[in-house]
């Protein structure tokens, strides 16, 4: 089992915006062997999110599901491209697997 972080407060948690976004469009970003640009709406807006899962994930697999994703993380570029959120995943021993939701949600619920 990997170590538990240090503790945090619910005022530290309460800072993260975590949503249900739904991935519209995947693309290849030149030159990166694991990295999809993925464009995901979030509710009122579409956000671009890079993401290193192109070896365990197919491009047309990806497209219309409901992932969750940090919204409110500070912009990252990545070769060349900005990333504007995050994606919440489980990387296990069987594989990566994207969080997403067991019972119908919209793009830009809100997880608490």
Do not use: W
Request: hydrophobic share 40%.
């Amino acid at each position: 089992m990997n170590n538990i972080k240090p503790e945090i407060t619910y005022e530290d948690f309460s800072k993260l915006d975590i949503r249900v976004g739904e991935v519209k469009e995947v693309h290849e970003i030149e030159g990166a062997d694991k990295l999809y640009k993925l464009i995901v709406n979030i509710g009122e807006q579409d956000i671009q999110i890079l993401s290193g899962i192109k070896e365990f994930f197919k491009k047309e697999d990806l497209i219309g599901e409901k992932i969750i994703v940090l919204v409110n993380l500070a912009p990252r570029k990545m070769r060349g491209e900005i990333s504007n959120g995050m994606l919440l995943a489980v990387d296990s021993e069987s594989g990566v697997n994207l969080l997403t939701t067991k019972n119908p949600a919209m793009p830009g619920d809100l997880i608490k």
